[in-house]
């Protein structure tokens, strides 16, 4: 080979060095833009296997759980609606109410449950806690029994009054207007259920049926006697009470739902009857939730 052939050989062969280093050969390894797109793709995917189906169904309610639900709905609406006229009527009124559909009543007193659900302590405990520290011969009348647990609860004999009757214990009435006889009971119970328009006729009735030195009993919801927002000035209403002829035993306001006022009825009437002044309590109407 000549020196000169050499030389052309080498020079080729520089040429084709610089052609490969300028030109590689595609590799068979991914770009990277292309891994992370693939990583993407397949961690969607997965993401989709694992969780896509039981979104859509958790987007989709049971049926059964979408009815309760509804139902739900249907009956908290209809129990503020009835709490509302309750708290908005006569005692009259809401008897006659009750009579023309007592199913009604039902649906009041299932979302009443419902609602002293999310109480701490409910009112009706601490009346039956003071009943069974004392002597089991007290004659006891419940206005606004409800399911008529305090009569459950104690031995003592116990009247139970409410708008509808749902068992032979309860007695079906007009609260400001009972069947039991003058001075013929102990104690006097009105757990929650001062409601209608003219509560101040079912405190008198109260008065009328107890014994002297009788007990009154009240539990309340604590807003009702809140005079910075709405309520009346429990001052006011401890003072009509008196007026009508009970002296006041106990006030307290310690728990955050409700108060208990406790009065006794007085040994003698009063000889010079005035107009007893009766501050209007504020309608405890619950929210929407």
Known sequence: ????????????????????????????EEPIETKLKIQRDTKICKNNQRGGSSSASSKRPKPSNFLDTLRERLSG???????????????????????????????????????????????????????????????VADFGCGDARIAKSVKNKVFSFDL?????????????????????????????????????SYIKEAHRVLRPSGMLLIAEVKSRFDPNNGGADPKDFVKAVCDLGFTSVLKDFSNKMFILLHFKKKEQL???EKKIKWPELKACLYKRR
């Open 1 to 28: 080979m000549t020196a000169s052939s050499m030389k052309d050989e080498s020079t080729s062969s520089k040429h084709r060095k610089r052609k490969r280093q300028r030109n590689p050969k595609p590799s068979k």
């Open 77 to 139: 609406g209809q129990f503020r609606m009835l709490n509302e006229k309750l708290y908005t009527c006569s005692g009259q009124e809401a008897l006659d109410y009750f009579k023309e559909d007592p199913e009604m009543f039902d649906m009041y007193h299932t979302g009443y449950q419902q609602q002293m659900t999310n109480w701490p302590e409910l009112p009706v405990n601490s009346i039956i806690e003071w009943l069974l520290s004392r002597s089991s011969s007290l004659v």
């Open 270 to 272: 009063n000889s010079n």
């Open 164 to 200: 509808v009757s749902k068992n032979p214990s309860v007695i079906a009435c007009d609260m400001s207007n009972t069947s039991l006889e003058s001075s013929s009971v102990d104690v006097a119970v009105f757990c929650l259920s001062l409601m209608g328009t003219n509560y101040s």
